[in-house]
């Protein structure tokens, strides 16, 4: 959620975990047989779905969340 309507202070902690999280899924990946139990085919129909569900409010647009819950300084 952005803070105070700005994405900057959450950003560079998600950024740093995302960033962990690539290196993590590169190292399994290349320890991997080639056999997945889930198709990438619906992992992307899933996650795709689940962000049509998800309210407009909630995807990175300052209307919810911190973005309206924090006090100011």
């Known amino acids: 959620d952005p803070v105070g309507g700005l994405v900057q202070i959450p950003c560079i902690e998600r950024k740093a975990i995302a960033a ?6 590169a190292r399994t990946a290349l320890r991997g047989d080639g056999r997945h139990i889930v198709s990438l085919d ?12 998800m309210s407009v409010k909630y995807k990175e647009t300052a209307r919810g969340g ?8």
Not at 20 to 25: F, L
Not at 66 to 73: Q, T
Request: hydrophobic share 50%; charged share 20%.
């Open 42 to 53: 619906s992992v992307l129909k899933t996650m795709r779905q689940t962000g049509a569900d």
């Open 66 to 73: 911190l973005a309206l819950n924090v006090i100011e300084c």
């Open 20 to 25: 962990v999280k690539a290196v993590t899924a």
